[in-house]
C-alpha cells in the first residue's frame, strides 16, 4: 500500500485535510474507485471521500466510524454534509417549480386541453410501457425494415430516446444548453406520461393553437404581477439599442417588487435623437400604464432622454425621471479607468487576459495550474475589466508558476516576443502588481454598488444613497485617508452622482429605510429632509395626506407602537425593507403606503438590455415570413418567460455567485455538476482536468463562480424584417 496523496489545488472537499489517498495493489488502479486513509485511526476507507466524509462525521452510513476524530472535526464535516444536503435539495426544489410552472400535461395544474388536443381516459389505453414489453414484440403495419432491433433492456431503450432526441436537436441545429430549460423536461415528461400513441402536433397546430394557449399562460404570469401594481407602484424601464440592421429599438419593461415585466418594443430610429419626440413616445406608455401607477421612468443618460425625462415631469406632476445607475456608475468606473495608474493595469490585464485566451495551448496550460478560467472582460460593460483585475490578482501565484515552469519554457510561444511580452508582465513586482493593487482599492467599493443595483435580489432604492456613501468612505479608506490620493476619485464619483445620478427618491429611500435611520452612523444632511418633503409634495399631492404622513413619521423616528416590538426592533436589519414595512407599518397606513412605494423601485434598466438576444432568436430570415402578430407572440413569450426564470435566479443565487458574470446562456461545451449525481465536485473537477491533458481539449470551468480579493462582492445574428416599425404590445 503506498500514499500517493492529493494533487496540490485541485481538491477542495474538507476530508483531504483529514485523509491521504493510497493504492491498494491489485484494485487502486479502478478508474473513479479510491482508497482513502484516516489521519486519525489509520483506517483505509474504500469509495472516494463521500464515504470519507460519512466515517469522520460518524453516521453509521456505509462505514464504520471513525474511533478518534476530535470533535471539532467531526462537527465541521457533519455541518458540511448538512450544507450540501440543504444545497441540493433547494436546487432540485427550485428546478422542480420551474419545471411544474411550464408543464401542461400531467402537471396538476388545472388548465383544461384546448380544442384539438387528444383526450385519452386511461394510461393503459394509451399503451404505456411495462415491464413484459421488453419481450413482447409491437407488430404495425408501417414496419420500417431498416429499424433496429426492439431493445431488450430499460438502458438499451433510454439509449435509443436519446438518439432519437438528439437528432432532432443535431438536424435543427440546436444549441445543446437548451436540453438544461425547464420546459425542455416539461415536454419530454409530458411526452412519457401520455406513452405510445401520442400524434405529435402539426406545423400548422403549432403556429396556432398551441402558440395561443402559451400566449394565454405568460399572460396569466403577467397579470398575476399586474394584480401587485397598484399596491407597490412600478417602475418603467427603457433601454435603447440598435440591430444589426442599424436600426434604433426601444425596449419598454415594467418592474416592481414581484418581477419584471415587457410591455412592447418600439422601431424609434426617427425619435431617438430628438427629446420632444421621445418625450411622446413615453407619456403614451405611461398613459396606457396608468399615470397613477408610475412612480418613475428609466432610462440611460444620453441627452436627449435626459430633456425628455424633464419634458415627462413638467407634464406628470406625480412621477420622476432617473437615469439608469447601473449605467452612471458604469461611467464613473470607466471615467476612473482612464487615471494613469488604473489605464495603465488595465491595458496591460488585457493584453495577457488576450493572449491567453486566443491560444489553445495557453489556455489550457493556465487552466492546469489554477483549476479556473482567467476572466475576460465584456465589450458592453466596463466594470468588467476591473473584475479581470481582480480575476487577475486572485490567480497570481499560478499564473506566476505557470509562467516560471518547464512547459511554459519547452513551448514555443515562450520564444516569441508576446509571449515573452506577457511573462514580463506577470512577472513584474514593480510596476504591474502595485498598479493591480491600488485598481482594485480605488474600484471594489464601486463594483459593489453596481453588483447592488445590477442584481436586484430585493430592490436597490433604499441602499443606493448609502451605499454611494459607504463606497467614497471606504476609498478614502484603502488610500490611507490621504486626501491627495482619493479627491481626484471622489470628484469623478461626485461628478456623476450630484449632477446626473442623485434624487429625491434616493434620498426619501434612505430615510425610509430602517437600516440606515436607525444606525448610529446615520448621515443627517440636510438634503435628505430637503428630498423626503419634496417627495412628499410631488407624490401625495393632497395635503392632508402629506399632513396625516408628516406626523406619522415620528412614530417611524423614535420608534413608538409596532416599530418597537421587539419583533420588530431584531428584523430592521436583515429584511427587505419593503416587507419590513408591510409587517410594521399598520399603525401609520398612510406612511406605509408611501414607503413601500419608494422603497420597491428599481435603480437599473438593466432586464432591458440582458434579453436583446431574444429578438434576435424571433427575428431570423427564417422566421421573416412570419405575420406580425405571430412573431409578436413569440417576443412576448419568450421575453416574459426569461424575465421570469431570471427573476426566480436571482432570488437563488448564492453569495459566491456574481450577478455582475453570471451568464443567462451558457456555453455547449460547459461543464456543469448534475444535482442528481451522488460524486462529489471535487472528483468531477478531477476527471475534468484529467480531459485536459489526456485529451489536450479545453474543458472550460466546471461552475462559473464569483472573483474574490477580499471583495464583498449577448449575442447578435443576422435578422431581417420588413414592415417597418413593430410593436410588441400585449399589456393594456
Known amino acids: 500500500m503506498t500514499s500517493t496523496g492529493p494533487k496540490k489545488g485541485s481538491r477542495t472537499d474538507p476530508s483531504w485535510k483529514y485523509g491521504v489517498e493510497v493504492e491498494v495493489p491489485g484494485e487502486g488502479e479502478k478508474k473513479g474507485y479510491k482508497y482513502i486513509k484516516c489521519n486519525f485511526c489509520s483506517r483505509v476507507i474504500k469509495g472516494g471521500v463521500k464515504r470519507m466524509k460519512e466515517h469522520l462525521a460518524c453516521t453509521h452510513k456505509d462505514v464504520a466510524p471513525c474511533q478518534s476524530v476530535p470533535l471539532e472535526v467531526k462537527n465541521e464535516i457533519i455541518q458540511f454534509l448538512k450544507n450540501f444536503q440543504n444545497n441540493k435539495h433547494a436546487y432540485q426544489r427550485n428546478f ?65 430516446v436519446c438518439a432519437d432526441i438528439g437528432r432532432f436537436f443535431f438536424e435543427n441545429g440546436i444549441p445543446f444548453n437548451c436540453a438544461r430549460s425547464p420546459s425542455y423536461y416539461s415536454m419530454v415528461r409530458s411526452i412519457g406520461n401520455y406513452g405510445r400513441g401520442l400524434k405529435p402536433p402539426s406545423m400548422h397546430e403549432m403556429s396556432n393553437w398551441v402558440l395561443k394557449e402559451e400566449v394565454k399562460t405568460t399572460t396569466k404570469i403577467v397579470d398575476d404581477i399586474k394584480a401587485t401594481w397598484k399596491t407597490t407602484g412600478v417602475s418603467l424601464l427603457s433601454d435603447g439599442w440598435s440591430d444589426i440592421r442599424n436600426r434604433s429599438l426601444i425596449n419598454f419593461l415594467v418592474n416592481n417588487p414581484h418581477g419584471t415585466v415587457f410591455l412592447k418594443t418600439v422601431d424609434a430610429s426617427d425619435c431617438v435623437k430628438d427629446a420632444k419626440k421621445l418625450f411622446k413616445l413615453l407619456d403614451d406608455v405611461i398613459e396606457e400604464i396608468g399615470e397613477d401607477i408610475v412612480v418613475q421612468v428609466v432610462t440611460d443618460n444620453a441627452s436627449a432622454y435626459k430633456a425628455a425625462g424633464n419634458l415627462l415631469m413638467e407634464k406628470r406632476k406625480s412621477l420622476y425621471w432617473t437615469p439608469c445607475a447601473a449605467h452612471s456608475i458604469d461611467l464613473m ?93 506577470i512577472m513584474d513586482e514593480r510596476t504591474f502588481w502595485p498598479s493591480v493593487v491600488y485598481s482594485i482599492k480605488t474600484t471594489k467599493p464601486l463594483v459593489h454598488v453596481l453588483r447592488l443595483v445590477d442584481g436586484e435580489t430585493t430592490p436597490a432604492m433604499g441602499f443606493i444613497y448609502g451605499a454611494m456613501d459607504e463606497a467614497k468612505e471606504k476609498i478614502a479608506k484603502n488610500l490611507n485617508e490621504e486626501v491627495s490620493s482619493y479627491k481626484e476619485i471622489w470628484d469623478i464619483i461626485d461628478a456623476k452622482w450630484e449632477q446626473q445620478l442623485h434624487r429625491d427618491l434616493h434620498a426619501t429611500a434612505y430615510y425610509l429605510n430602517p437600516r440606515f435611520r436607525w444606525s448610529t452612523n446615520v448621515s443627517n444632511h440636510p438634503e435628505i429632509k430637503r428630498g423626503l418633503y419634496n417627495c412628499m409634495a410631488r407624490m401625495l399631492k393632497d395635503p392632508a395626506t402629506i399632513t396625516k404622513v408628516d406626523n406619522q413619521l415620528q412614530a417611524y423616528k423614535y420608534k413608538r407602537g409596532l416599530f418597537g416590538f421587539t419583533s420588530s426592533l431584531s428584523t430592521y436589519q436583515t429584511r427587505p425593507p419593503i416587507q419590513w414595512w408591510d409587517s410594521y407599518g399598520d399603525e401609520v397606513p398612510e406612511l406605509q403606503a408611501f414607503a413601500i412605494r419608494v ?48 427573476f426566480i435566479k436571482k432570488l437563488s443565487l448564492k453569495d459566491e455567485e456574481d450577478p455582475l458574470i453570471v451568464e443567462d446562456v451558457p456555453s455547449d461545451d460547459e461543464w456543469i455538476v448534475d444535482p442528481e449525481n451522488e460524486e462529489d465536485e471535487d472528483s468531477l473537477s478531477v476527471e475534468a482536468n484529467d480531459a485536459i491533458e489526456d485529451e489536450g481539449q479545453s474543458s472550460g470551468s466546471l461552475k462559473r463562480k464569483s472573483i474574490h480579493v477580499d471583495l464583498e462582492e449577448e449575442d447578435d445574428s443576422d435578422y431581417e424584417y420588413d414592415g417597418g416599425a413593430f410593436v410588441m404590445d400585449h399589456v393594456s
Not at 97 to 125: K, Q
Open 333 to 425: 468606473l470607466e471615467k476612473i479607468g482612464e487615471l494613469p495608474q488604473q489605464k495603465n493595469a488595465l491595458l496591460k490585464a488585457k493584453k495577457v487576459s488576450t493572449f491567453i485566451h486566443n491560444h489553445q495551448w495557453v489556455l489550457c496550460l493556465t487552466r492546469k495550474f489554477a483549476n479556473k478560467d482567467l476572466l475576460r472582460p465584456a465589450a458592453t460593460r466596463f466594470a468588467t475589466a476591473f473584475l479581470t483585475l481582480e480575476s487577475m490578482y486572485e490567480l497570481k501565484q499560478p499564473l506566476q508558476m505557470m509562467f516560471a515552469s518547464k512547459e511554459w519554457a519547452s513551448c514555443a510561444w515562450a520564444k516569441r516576443s508576446e509571449g515573452k511580452a506577457v511573462k514580463t508582465i
Open 599 to 646: 422603497l420597491g423601485l428599481t435603480c437599473s434598466a438593466s432586464a432591458c438590455e440582458r434579453n436583446w438576444s431574444t429578438f434576435n432568436q424571433v427575428h431570423t430570415k427564417r422566421r421573416n415570413r412570419l405575420s406580425t402578430s405571430k412573431m409578436n407572440d413569440l417576443v412576448y413569450i419568450m421575453y416574459n418567460r426569461r424575465l421570469k426564470y431570471n
Open 96 to 160: 422542480e417549480e420551474a419545471v411544474n410552472n411550464g408543464a401542461y400535461f400531467g402537471s396538476g395544474s388545472g388548465i383544461p386541453p384546448s380544442e384539438g388536443m387528444t383526450s385519452c381516459p386511461g394510461g393503459s389505453d394509451r399503451g404505456i410501457r411495462g415491464p413484459m414489453d421488453r419481450f413482447v414484440e409491437n407488430k404495425r403495419d408501417d414496419v420500417d425494415v431498416n429499424a433496429k432491433q426492439t431493445p431488450t433492456s430499460a438502458k438499451e431503450h433510454r439509449n435509443q
